[in-house]
C-alpha cells in the first residue's frame, strides 16, 4: 500500500461509515414515515386517533351501507367484551350511536386500551368518530362493567362500490405496559 | 474512526517489514488468530462457512427426519420451530454469506493486482467476531425455553409478545453478524476504489470484482436497516418500547415492511456474487471472453437498484391495496429482465465455444439452468393473484432453495474447485470432484423438486405435522435431502485430499484462466503484488 492512497482510504471510509449511520437512523425513520403515510393515504384501515365533528352536509338516503362490528380481545386480556348489536344500516352522513360492553374479568384492577381496524382499508378515511371508547383507555376495577359509547358516521363522498364496512376492535390489557 | 485508520499506518508499517522476508509469518494459533493477510482470512472465512454449512445442514437433517412420515416421532414441534428458524439463520448469515466474503478476500486483491485489502486489521476482527455470534446464537438453543423458534424472518409479535425468551440472543447475535457484514463491505469497497493496479479502469475490472463491488453497497445499505429492526424487537420485548405492538399504538406490519426492506436486497447480496463467479468460470471453460460484458455490469447494477423498490411482494396477503399490489407485481417482474440479460450472456458465451466440463464448469453450467427454475418460481410468485395460492407454502420453500442451493452454494462449489489449484497449489482429484457434482446434482432436485407439487397442493411450510396425501413426496424429499447431506462429505474429504497432496497446479491452472491471479505461482505466494502489475 503506498503513501499516496492513505488520505483517500480514510475519505472512502469516513463516508461509507457515514452512510452506514445514516441507514441505520433511515431504518428507524421508517416508523414516523409509515404512520405519515398510511394517514395521508387512509392504507392500513387505521382511522383518525381523535375526535371529529360532524362535518357532512346532508343525509345520502338514496345509500344504505352496512358497518359490522366486531370484538376481539388480545391473547392475555382476561376481559368481556363485545358490541350491542353485531351491525347497523347508515345512511352516509347520518350519524349513529352504539355502545360497547366490557368487563374486567381479570379479578385485579386493570386498564385496557382498544385499537380500532376498519376493513376494508381504503374505507378508514371515511369513517368518522365523533366520540369513541378507544380514544381513551380505560380503567376497571375487578369485576367491574362498563357500557362505552361509539359515535360515528360515514362519509358521504364514500366511493360507490363500498357497500359494506367492518369494524373491528380489539381489546389490549396494558396494565403492566402502564405500571412500567 | 481516527483508531481505525491510525492502527491502518501502524499496519501499513509491518508490511513494508514483511516485503523483505516475503514468506515471513507467525507459527501455530497465532497465525490465524493475529493475521491481517487477506489470503489467510480467505481462508479461514471459508472453512467458518462449511463448518457452518454442516450446522445448518445438520439441522435440517432434523426437519427432514421428521417430516419423512406424516405425524410426530422424532422432535417437539416447539423444537422442530427452533431447527428450522436457526437452520435459516445459519446458513444465510453463516453459510452463503461468510463464504463469498472468503472468496472476496481470497481474490479480489489479486484479481485487481493490489498487496492485500485496504484495512487489513478491520478484516482480522470483521472475521474474529462471526465465530462468537454464532456461538451466542447456537448455546441459546441448549438453554431453557428453548432458542428462536419465530422462524428466520422474526416477524413480530411472535418475536416480541410470543417470544420464549431468546429473543436477547438472537438479537445480539444478528447485531454481531451486521457488523461483521458492513466492516466487510466497507473494505470489499475501500480496496476495490483505491488500490487498483495502475491501468485498471472500472471497466476492465473482472465481472467478480463488479458484482462484488455492487453486492458491497447493498450490504452497506441494508444491513444498518436490519440492525434497526432487531433493535427495535429487543426494545419492543424487554423495554417497554411499541414499535410493532398495536396496544401501544404500533403496528405488526410496519414490522414486516421494515424487514423486507432490508430482506430483499438480502436476497441479492447472497445471489449476485455468484453471477460473478459463473461469469468468471464459464468463460474459462469454453476458452471464450464473456459475451457482454459491459450489459453483464449494467444489468448488475439495475438488479441492485431494483432490489430496493420491491420488498413488498413478500407480503401481499397483508392486505394491501390494490395499486400496491400492482406496483410491487410489475416491479419484481421487471428484475427478470436484466436477469434474463445475465442468462442469455452466460448461453451465448457457452455459443461455439470450445467447452471442456471439469467439475467448476459443471457447477457452472448447473447454476445457469437451476437457477434460472429458481427465478422462474419466483416470476410465479410475483404474480400477486397467484401469490394468495402460494403464499406461506412449500412452493416458496422450493423457491428459494433453488436459487440459494442451486444457485448461491453451487456457484459457491463452482468457484472452490476453480481456485483450489491456485489456492493449494494442487490439482484436486478430478473424478472425486465428478462424484460430488452428480450426487449433489441428482439427490438436490430429489430433495428440491417435489416441494413445488407439495407446495401447489397446499403444504404450509414451517408446520411439524402434514395431512396424509403429502407423505409420498415428502418421503422423496426427505430422501433427497439425506443424500445431499451426505454428498457434501465427499467434498470435505477432496478438499482435505488437495491440500494435503496432488499433482503439482501450474501458475496457470485452466487452459482458458484469464485474470492477473494466474500470472502468480500456485500456490499464491503469501504477499503478492507488493509492486502492483501493469494492465493495458
Redo the contacts between chains.
Keep these: ?1 503506498s503513501e499516496q ?2 488520505p ?3 475519505k ?3 463516508k ?2 457515514m ?3 445514516a ?2 437512523a ?3 425513520a ?2 414516523p414515515l ?2 405519515v403515510f398510511c394517514e395521508v ?1 387512509g ?4 382511522t383518525a ?1 381523535e375526535a371529529t365533528t360532524y362535518q357532512a352536509d346532508g343525509i345520502d338516503e338514496s345509500r344504505t351501507i352496512t358497518v359490522q362490528f366486531i370484538s376481539r380481545t ?3 386480556a382476561a376481559w368481556q367484551f363485545e358490541p350491542e348489536m353485531n351491525s347497523i344500516q347508515v345512511h352516509p352522513g347520518e350519524m349513529k350511536f352504539v355502545k360497547f360492553y366490557a368487563k374486567n374479568n381479570t379479578g385485579a384492577n386493570a386498564v385496557a ?1 382498544a ?1 380500532p381496524s376498519v ?1 376494508p ?2 374505507a378508514a378515511n371515511y369513517f368518522q368518530k365523533i366520540e369513541c371508547f378507544c380514544f381513551n383507555q380505560q380503567p376497571l376495577q375487578a369485576n367491574e362493567d362498563i357500557w362505552m359509547p361509539l359515535q360515528f358516521y360515514v362519509d358521504p363522498d364514500l366511493p360507490e362500490d363500498m357497500t359494506e364496512l367492518t369494524l373491528s376492535y ?1 381489546l ?3 396494565t403492566a ?1 402502564i405500571g ?1 | 474512526m481516527t483508531t481505525v485508520t491510525d492502527t491502518m499506518e501502524h499496519v501499513d508499517g509491518h508490511h513494508d517489514h514483511h516485503d523483505h522476508h516475503a514468506d515471513h509469518k507467525m507459527t501455530g494459533i497465532k497465525r490465524w488468530l493475529l493475521t491481517t493477510n487477506h489470503k489467510d482470512i480467505g481462508t479461514l472465512y471459508l472453512w467458518f462457512s462449511f463448518i457452518m454449512l454442516l450446522t445448518g445442514g445438520a439441522m435440517a437433517m432434523v426437519i427432514r427426519a421428521e417430516l419423512f412420515q406424516p405425524g410426530l416421532q422424532i422432535v417437539e414441534p416447539d423444537f422442530f420451530n427452533q431447527m428450522t428458524t436457526v437452520h435459516g439463520l445459519i446458513m444465510v448469515f453463516g453459510a452463503i454469506m461468510p463464504a463469498f466474503t472468503g472468496l472476496a478476500n481470497w481474490m479480489i486483491p489479486m484479481m485487481i493486482g493490489a498487496p492485500d485489502m485496504a484495512l487489513p486489521r478491520l478484516n482480522n476482527w470483521s472475521f474474529w467476531i462471526l465465530p462468537f455470534a454464532f456461538g451466542i446464537l447456537l448455546a441459546s438453543l441448549f438453554m431453557e425455553g428453548g432458542g428462536p423458534n419465530f422462524g428466520w424472518t422474526f416477524y413480530a409479535p411472535l418475536s416480541t409478545t410470543y417470544s420464549n425468551g431468546s429473543t436477547a440472543f438472537f438479537v445480539f447475535a444478528v447485531h454481531i453478524m451486521g457488523i461483521s457484514s458492513i466492516m466487510g463491505a466497507i473494505n470489499i469497497i475501500v480496496t476495490i476504489m483505491n488500490m487498483r493496479a495502475p491501468g485498471m479502469t472500472y471497466m476492465k475490472m473482472p465481472l467478480f470484482v463488479w458484482t462484488f463491488f455492487i453486492t458491497a453497497y447493498l450490504l452497506i445499505a441494508v444491513m444498518p436497516v436490519l440492525a434497526g429492526t432487531v433493535t427495535m424487537v429487543l426494545t419492543d420485548t424487554y423495554f417497554g418500547t411499541s414499535f410493532f405492538d398495536a396496544a401501544g399504538g404500533g403496528d405488526p406490519v410496519l414490522f414486516q415492511h421494515i424487514f423486507w426492506f432490508f430482506g430483499h436486497p438480502e436476497v441479492y447480496i447472497m445471489i449476485l456474487p455468484a453471477f460473478g463467479i459463473v461469469s468468471t468460470t464459464i468463460p474459462a471453460f469454453c476458452r471464450k471472453p464473456l459475451f457482454g460484458y459491459s450489459s453483464m455490469v449494467y444489468a448488475t447494477a439495475s438488479i441492485a437498484f431494483l432490489s430496493f423498490i420491491v420488498w413488498a411482494h413478500h407480503m401481499f396477503t397483508t392486505g394491501m391495496p390494490l395499486a400496491g399490489e400492482l406496483f410491487f407485481m410489475y416491479c419484481t417482474m421487471l428484475i427478470a429482465v436484466p436477469t434474463g440479460v445475465k442468462v442469455f450472456n452466460w448461453v451465448a458465451t457457452m455459443w461455439r465455444g470450445a467447452i471442456s466440463f471439469e467439475t467448476p464448469m459443471l457447477f457452472s453450467i448447473a447454476f445457469v439452468i437451476l437457477f434460472t427454475i429458481g427465478g422462474f418460481s419466483g416470476l410465479m410468485l410475483a404474480m400477486t393473484p397467484v401469490d394468495f395460492q402460494y403464499h406461506d407454502t412449500y412452493f416458496v420453500v422450493a423457491h428459494f432453495h433453488y436459487v440459494l442451493v442451486t444457485g448461491s452454494l453451487f456457484s459457491i462449489f463452482a468457484a472452490v474447485y476453480y481456485w483450489l489449484p491456485k489456492w493449494t497449489g494442487h490439482m484436486y482429484d478430478e473424478k472425486l470432484g465428478k462424484l460430488h457434482f452428480w450426487c449433489s446434482m441428482i439427490s438436490v432436485n430429489v430433495l428440491f423438486f417435489p416441494m413445488h407439487f407439495l407446495g401447489l397442493a397446499g403444504m404450509p411450510r414451517r408446520i411439524p405435522d402434514y395431512a396424509l396425501q403429502f407423505a409420498d413426496f415428502n418421503k422423496w424429499v426427505s430422501i433427497g435431502g439425506f443424500a445431499f447431506g451426505l454428498s457434501q462429505l465427499i467434498f470435505l474429504a477432496l478438499v482435505i485430499k488437495c491440500i494435503r497432496a496432488g499433482k503439482q497446479a501450474e501458475a496457470k491452472s485452466w487452459e482458458g484462466a484469464e485474470g492477473l491471479e494466474w500470472t502468480v505461482a500456485s500456490p499464491a505466494p503469501y504477499h503478492t503484488f507488493a509492486t502492483p502489475p501493469k494492465v493495458d
Design positions: 500500500m492512497q492513505q483517500q482510504i480514510k472512502s471510509v469516513a461509507l461509515c452512510t452506514v449511520v441507514m441505520f433511515f431504518g428507524f421508517l416508523v409509515y404512520d393515504t392504507l392500513n384501515g387505521k386517533t388480545a391473547k392475555n386500551q385499537v376493513s382499508g381504503q380489539t389490549y390489557d396494558i405496559t412500567s
